[in-house]
């Protein structure tokens, strides 16, 4: 039997079966979404935001308890959509809640900063969570 009579007795077995797709256009069948290469993204975003944060940070801060925050750890939640960012004071001589509050009013500022740097076609949301007694060292992110 050569390699053409095999490849048809497979299509005919294929054929003879019934799916629960069978009488569906397919061009209106639901498709799988496509694998991102999400991990590779995900990284250089958060490499990204590590370099740029501090920049931003340090020079165009308006407020100066943000001036002296140090990014402890950055990572992408949600699918992408969301990045969150875990900040602490270096010197840790401001109270927390001035720390908070000064954080989630400049919360908006920082991301439209962000999205200036960024060369994506939309930016994610942030998610800044402050934590104090940290020493400010960098932890790479994940």
């Not at 002296?68 to 927390?96: E, F, K, M, Q």
Request: hydrophobic share 35%; net charge positive; glycine share 6%.
């Amino acid at each position: 039997m050569n390699t053409s009579n095999r490849w048809r007795d497979v299509a005919a077995q294929l054929c003879a079966q019934w799916r629960a797709e069978d009488g569906i256009d397919p061009r209106l069948e639901k498709r799988g979404r496509k694998t991102r290469s999400s991990l590779h993204q995900d990284r250089r975003i958060c490499r990204e935001a590590e370099r740029i944060l501090p920049l931003i940070l340090a020079s165009e801060a308006a407020n100066p308890l943000l001036r002296d925050l140090r990014i402890v750890s950055v990572d992408l939640l949600d699918n992408g959509r969301r990045l969150h960012i875990v900040l602490t004071d270096a010197y840790g001589s401001d109270p927390d809640s001035q720390v908070e509050q000064a954080l989630a009013g400049g919360q908006s500022w920082l991301r439209t900063e962000l999205a200036r740097n960024f060369h994506r076609k939309r930016m994610p949301l942030l998610s800044l969570e402050y934590v104090s007694g940290l020493s400010g060292e960098a932890v790479p992110c994940r």
